[in-house]
C-alpha cells in the first residue's frame, strides 16, 4: 500500500518559474490537504479538498492554485515562484480525521533563488 | 477559530530517563481531538498519540502517554524510557469535531543525549 506519494522529493526553483507539485493517494480518502512548513512556524494549511471536484483556501493560499479532478489526485500549482515560498511541503489525506488522523506523504523540499 | 501553542522550541532528555513536552489549545468548541505528531529526520510525519476531548482517561500507546487536563487546555506528552529514536521535532495538533482541518503547533525539537 502505498499511502500518499508526493513528488519531487527536492526542486531549486528561479524566481518567477511555475511548477506543479504533485500529490496522489491510494486510500480513497474523500479528504486531502496540502501544508507548508517552515522552521520555528508548524504546519500552515494552503488549501484542501474534501472530495473530487471542490477544493477550498487554507490560512495561507497566496501564491498557490490546486485542483482535485479525481478522488487520487490533488496537485498544488506555484506561480511566478518567490523567495518567500522556499519552505517543505506536505500533503496529506484523511478518512475520519478525528479518528484516524492524517496521513501524511513524505514532503518537498523546494528553494525558490 | 483554533490555536494549538507549543511553548518549548527545544528540549532534551537522557537515554532511559522520562521527558514531557507541553502543549496548550484554545477552542471554543466541547467536541474536538487532540494529537501528537512525531517528525523524525527522515522528514515523514508519522501520528504519536491522539486524544478524544470527551474521555477523561488520557491515552497510552507504549512508552508515549498524554495528561489531558481539560480545564487547563493542557495537553502534555509523556516519553518514558527515551530512546535515541525518539529524536525529533514533535508537533502537538488538535481537531473541532465536524472540521476535518487538523490545526498544529509550531512543534518542539527532542534531542536524546546517549
Known amino acids: 500500500n502505498a499511502g500518499v506519494t508526493q513528488t519531487p522529493k527536492f526542486r531549486i526553483l528561479k524566481i518567477g518559474q511555475s511548477m506543479t507539485l504533485q500529490c496522489t493517494q491510494d486510500?480513497?480518502?474523500?479528504?486531502m490537504y496540502w501544508y507548508r512548513q517552515d522552521p520555528g512556524m508548524g504546519l500552515k494549511l494552503i488549501y484542501y479538498?474534501?472530495?473530487?471536484?471542490?477544493?477550498d483556501k487554507g490560512e495561507v493560499p497566496n501564491g498557490y492554485n490546486v485542483s482535485r479532478s479525481t478522488t487520487e489526485d490533488f496537485p498544488l500549482r506555484l506561480e511566478l515562484a518567490a523567495p518567500s515560498q522556499t519552505s517543505v511541503y506536505f500533503c496529506?489525506?484523511?478518512?475520519?480525521?478525528?479518528?484516524?488522523?492524517?496521513?501524511f506523504g513524505s514532503g518537498t523540499r523546494l528553494t525558490v533563488v | 477559530a483554533q490555536t494549538v501553542t507549543q511553548s518549548q522550541p527545544e528540549m532534551s532528555v537522557q537515554e532511559a530517563e522520562t521527558v514531557t513536552l507541553s502543549c496548550t489549545y484554545d477552542?471554543?468548541?466541547?467536541?474536538?481531538?487532540l494529537f501528537w505528531y512525531k517528525q523524525p529526520p527522515s522528514r515523514q510525519m508519522i501520528l504519536v498519540i491522539r486524544?478524544?476531548?470527551?474521555?477523561?482517561q488520557n491515552a497510552t500507546e507504549n512508552r508515549f502517554s498524554v495528561n489531558f487536563q481539560k480545564a487547563a487546555k493542557s495537553f502534555s506528552l509523556k516519553i518514558s524510557d527515551s530512546q535515541l529514536g525518539d529524536a525529533a521535532m514533535y508537533f502537538c495538533?488538535?481537531?473541532?469535531?465536524?472540521?476535518?482541518?487538523?490545526?498544529f503547533g509550531k512543534g518542539t525539537k527532542l534531542t536524546v543525549n546517549p
Open positions: 496529506a489525506s484523511s478518512f475520519r480525521t478525528e479518528l484516524y488522523g492524517y496521513t
Open positions: 486510500m480513497n480518502h474523500n479528504y
Open positions: 479538498s474534501v472530495g473530487a471536484g471542490i477544493t
Open positions: 477552542t471554543s468548541e466541547s467536541d474536538y481531538y
Open positions: 486524544q478524544e476531548a470527551y474521555k477523561q
Open positions: 495538533a488538535s481537531i473541532q469535531g465536524g472540521s476535518e482541518k487538523l490545526v
